[in-house]
């Protein structure tokens, strides 16, 4: 990691908490047919590596980091997973996170999913998002392992697993690569990409693309219809300019395509008055697109606050695009009054 000696201080043990519960999550995912029998659940493989994954990323970081550096504030808890009727989830669990440690016992499990119960309130702690791109995961598609470091209210740190996608970015986003990539930035350190989900490979670095306006803008959309307005999503497009082919996938995966420049932008419009989103889900990303060159804010085009505890309390939704046509983006949002729907 010579390349790497200006990022922050947490960034070594993040990437390999990531990096190993990437691995592990590629094995319960080449599992689902299996899981599904065992279990009787089609949804019990995300669950499992959902759980396996944030017991990997606590005992991992617990390992090589103080009480103070090492909260954080997780998706799961492990209330229901130590229901008697949920043996069979908890034993698979257990079985995927011994594939790292054999020595871990289920009470060490359990109490380290449960250790992610931070409420966000002190000056430093993570955000984790175990598996972000539920249904891509069980479609055998892209997800993520989300990973970022929040100090003062401010993302400062990003590590994300993304274990089916390819460092190669003319290999079609529909073709799995089984060795995946990683990424990890820091405030003022750039952002990096690690093949093969291996903190040891050779880090390279990665940059958004410049803003041309006689280009077709190319955006990623989600495979997911609930998860953002699509009709204003092509309305903005419109309006700014020439539509080309959508880079579709699951998860902050999305935030990855933008800042290693095969993504212009990433539209996540509120769907509801409602709706706010959590920190896990934009956290890592975040960071690794802004420092790769570009521009992160919600519809308003104010940035994204993160200090109320797990909730983005004042924001409503998410844009990341490249410099220039995020600027362009939020005067279209603006003038089309899209954020007051």
Not at 74 to 97: H, S, T
Request: with cysteine; proline share 4%.
């Amino acid at each position: 990691m010579s390349e790497l000696t200006t990022q922050h201080r947490l960034i070594p043990p993040a990437l390999e908490a990531v990096c190993t519960a990437s691995a592990v999550s590629r094995v319960v995912q080449a599992n689902l047919e299996e899981l599904k029998q065992i279990t009787k659940d089609d949804r019990s493989p995300v669950t499992v590596a959902d759980y396996a994954v944030q017991a990997i990323i606590a005992l991992s970081l617990a390992e090589h980091l103080d009480d103070k550096d090492r909260l954080i504030v997780g998706e799961e808890d492990a209330q229901a997973l130590r229901n008697d009727d949920q043996v069979l989830i908890r034993k698979a669990v257990l079985q995927a996170v011994q594939t790292w440690k054999p020595q871990i016992t289920e009470e060490q499990m359990l109490n380290a999913i449960d250790h992610c119960d931070h409420d966000g309130s002190s000056d430093g702690y993570w955000a984790l998002d175990p598996i972000d791109g539920t249904k891509g995961f069980l479609r055998g598609q892209h997800y993520a392992i989300a990973l970022g470091r929040i100090e003062d209210g401010e993302v400062v740190a990003g590590v994300m697993g993304c274990p089916n996608l390819s460092s190669e970015q003319g290999r079609p986003l529909d073709n799995n690569d089984p060795e995946g990539v990683v990424y990890a930035a820091s405030k003022g350190a750039g952002a990096w990409e690690f093949a093969k989900c291996d903190q040891s490979s050779e880090p390279m670095r990665i940059v958004s693309s410049p803003y041309n306006p006689d280009t077709p803008l190319r955006f990623c959309e989600s495979a997911e219809k609930g998860h953002s307005n699509r009709g204003d999503s092509g309305r903005i497009i419109d309006n700014i300019g020439t539509e080309g082919e959508p880079a579709r996938l699951d998860s902050q995966c999305k935030y990855a395509l933008v800042a290693r420049g095969q993504a212009d932008g990433y539209l996540r419009l509120p769907t509801s008055k409602e709706y706010v989103e959590k920190i896990w889900d934009h956290a890592a990303g975040l960071c690794i697109a802004q420092e790769a060159g570009a521009v992160v804010s919600d519809v308003s085009g104010k940035p994204l606050d993160f200090t109320h505890g797990a909730r983005l309390e004042e924001n409503r939704g998410v844009i990341c695009a490249i410099d220039g046509l995020h600027q362009r983006i939020i005067a279209t949002i603006d003038e089309l009054a899209i954020a007051q729907q």
